[in-house]
């Protein structure tokens, strides 16, 4: 059983900068060959994609991030990072991790909230 446990969630004014954290407690080898997805859920809305790594390390983001969100990961410490800068009051919500192992499994963590204020 794999855990993912986000951190790095607050309260930020509009322009601000947030790094979110998500650590797994899985084996490295499970971890090093995962994938990574960073997702959000604003109230009253679906839960929508945010960015992704691969085991190799290449990333794709949502249009709504792109140039300002920045995901990397970092296998000695089975973790994932989200680098969030410029952000904006449409950003808030709750983020949440994902990895989808290469066995196909797919596990999700708690969230963290970001909040950004105008």
């Known amino acids: 059983q794999v855990q993912l446990v986000e951190s790095g969630g607050g309260l930020v004014q509009a322009g601000g900068s947030l790094r979110l954290s998500c650590a797994a407690s899985a084996s490295g080898s499970i971890f090093r060959l995962a994938a990574m997805d960073w997702y959000r859920q604003a109230p009253g809305k679906q839960r929508e994609f945010v960015a992704t790594?691969?085991?190799?390390?290449?990333?794709n983001y949502a249009d709504s991030v792109k140039g300002r969100f920045t995901m990397s990961r970092d296998n000695s410490k089975n973790t994932v990072y989200l680098q969030m800068n410029s952000l904006k009051p449409e950003d808030t919500a709750v983020y949440y991790c994902k990895l989808r192992s290469f066995g196909g499994s797919v596990y999700w963590g708690q969230g963290t909230q970001v909040t950004v204020s105008s």
């Open positions: 790594i691969d085991s190799s390390g290449n990333t």
